[in-house]
């Protein structure tokens, strides 16, 4: 019986997954210079393979915008077929770094860092949304860095909107975003039909209908082809079978192949491992995903892909979202939309090929915006400077580069933040009393554990000291003293008699052997 339950909303999920994949399946493709039928083998074998083989609920694996500028650099250098040698290359070392339990490496970046993420893919989505619902499609879909592969940038592709404005897909993206709207805050209040027919569905067939129609009845309504998924059409299998292409083993001895693996591996799993831990923040559910079964989920899926044709694979949050938001509740949404995807390309590419790019972006805006909210920002800023700064530059790195190094300026931030609090957080200066007679009474307590990062702080404090005070550094409560730091005190201590100061010491039972020092 939860089986049925959870199928009444992964099936619908997995339709709004599959809607929302495909054109961003051909986008990459075609962002990343490869034949526009390997992004669609990815997506499938995304969905299939490695929603199959994952623990994760509710992610969706497929090619990823974020691998683009390199896969085009690679094809470029290597030309296809060898690349996707080095496609399968890079899914045997992720099998290996699942194995060596490297996945624990996705633990370590900051939650302000993963939210920012979170934010600024949101914010992208409805840059790049913006020309598609206006009827602008010259530039395809999934390219998420800011510079284009064209030269432009996402900002320059919008001062085309008004002269290739086209006003059925401004009608039909205000009609589907209305649809999105009324069924989320009205409809899907007023009864069970309305959950289980999600409002993605039914801003989908509204498309479809509406291309249906007015084709039919009133042509100069009807969308051009550009302004449509497109997927290839085949008449047989023979044809469809015609459409892979199969890696040139004769390269594998190349060592720009091996490089181009090992880079595809290590991004792809980091992307893979950040996504994967956002995902686990939106899942309503909050249920953890194994890191290391993921990386080799996706090793078995990119080592399939390499071999028939397809595009490398990661978990991608663009569509793992709009899982989560289109009430995905197991990873059989996931495996549906592959398996959708698989028969619509095969067996019905015509259908597919009436939704409407304007309705996808509908679509996407409202994933976007649950992304972004207003109200992320106004819990990040109460959260303190410490986690919104990080957060801000996170999304402007996003926003204005791309994603991997929107998270690497985000993540270098917060390092910054850590090592500046270890810096301040070291160690305890305190004026006991001041007497005339005896001087200054300053006692110095360390922390627990004090590194070499501490050296600059505690040198400084013990210089500021007056000439002729009496210091108590107190290390009882340390476990971990470095040498660095030792060796600053013991020159404070070896200077203290020509300053008139007088050191006393409390070690730690244990710490360098000794409990008392007396100096001066």
Excluded at 32 to 61: R, T, Y
Excluded at 83 to 104: D, E, K, P, T
């Amino acid at each position: 019986m939860k089986f049925v339950k959870d199928l009444r909303n992964d099936l619908p999920a997995g339709l709004v997954v599959f809607f929302v994949a495909v054109p961003l399946c051909l986008g990459i493709a075609l962002a990343s210079g490869a034949p526009l039928f390997s992004g669609l083998i990815a997506g499938i074998i995304g969905g299939l393979v490695v929603g199959s083989l994952s623990g994760s609920p509710l992610g969706v694996s497929g090619p990823a915008a974020g691998l683009a500028v390199i896969v085009l650099q690679a094809i470029e250098s290597l030309g296809f077929e060898v690349f996707l040698v080095a496609v399968v290359l890079a899914g045997a070392l992720q099998i290996v770094l699942g194995l060596l339990r490297a996945g624990v490496l996705g633990y370590f970046f900051p939650s302000s860092v993963i939210r920012g993420m979170l934010a600024g893919i949101g914010i992208i989505i409805i840059l790049k949304q913006i020309p598609h619902a206006v009827g602008y499609d010259a530039d395809p879909m999934g390219e998420v860095q800011y510079n284009q592969p064209d030269g432009a940038t996402t900002f320059s592709e919008l001062g085309h909107l008004m002269q290739d404005l086209t006003p059925n897909a401004v009608l039909v993206s205000i009609a589907s975003l209305l649809i999105l709207i009324f069924w989320d805050k009205v409809l899907s209040h007023r009864g069970r039909v309305f959950k289980l027919v999600q409002g993605p569905l039914v801003a989908v067939a509204f498309g479809i209908s509406y291309q249906a129609l007015t084709s039919r009845f009133a042509p100069s309504w009807a969308f051009a082809p550009e302004h449509l998924v497109a997927v290839p059409v085949t008449s047989s299998l023979a044809e469809f079978k015609g459409l892979l292409v199969f890696p040139e083993w004769s390269a594998l001895s190349q060592s720009a192949v091996w490089i181009s693996a090992v880079t595809i591996a290590v991004v792809g799993s980091l992307e893979t491992l950040l996504c994967l831990d956002a995902t686990d923040k939106l899942d309503p559910q909050k249920r953890v995903t194994p890191a290391n079964r993921e990386l080799m989920a996706q090793g078995v899926g990119n080592m399939l892909s390499g071999w028939i044709g397809g595009l490398p694979i990661t978990q991608v949050i663009v569509r793992s979202s709009a899982n989560i938001q289109s009430g995905g509740r197991t990873k059989a949404s996931a495996i549906l939309h592959g398996a959708i995807m698989l028969v619509f390309v095969a067996v019905l590419p015509g259908v597919m090929n009436l939704v409407p790019l304007s309705v996808l972006a509908a679509i996407l805006f409202v994933v976007g915006y649950k992304l972004a909210t207003p109200a992320l920002f106004k819990r990040m800023y109460a959260l303190g400077w410490e986690q919104y700064t990080p957060f801000l530059i996170t999304i402007a790195g996003i926003v204005f580069t791309d994603l991997l190094k929107g998270i690497s300026l985000g993540l270098a931030f917060a390092i910054l933040m850590i090592l500046r609090r270890n810096y301040m957080n070291s160690h305890f200066l305190h004026l006991e009393e001041r007497d005339d007679a005896t001087g200054h009474r300053v006692r110095l307590t360390l922390a627990e554990e004090v590194t070499f990062l501490n050296k600059g702080a505690i040198l400084r404090e013990l210089s500021d000291i007056p000439d002729g005070s009496i210091v108590t550094i107190d290390q009882s409560a340390s476990y971990s003293i470095d040498q660095d730091v030792l060796e600053v005190i013991e020159d404070f201590v070896g200077a203290a008699p020509d300053r008139k100061i007088t050191v006393e010491i409390l070690r730690a039972p244990g710490l360098d052997g000794g409990t008392r020092l007396q100096a001066g």
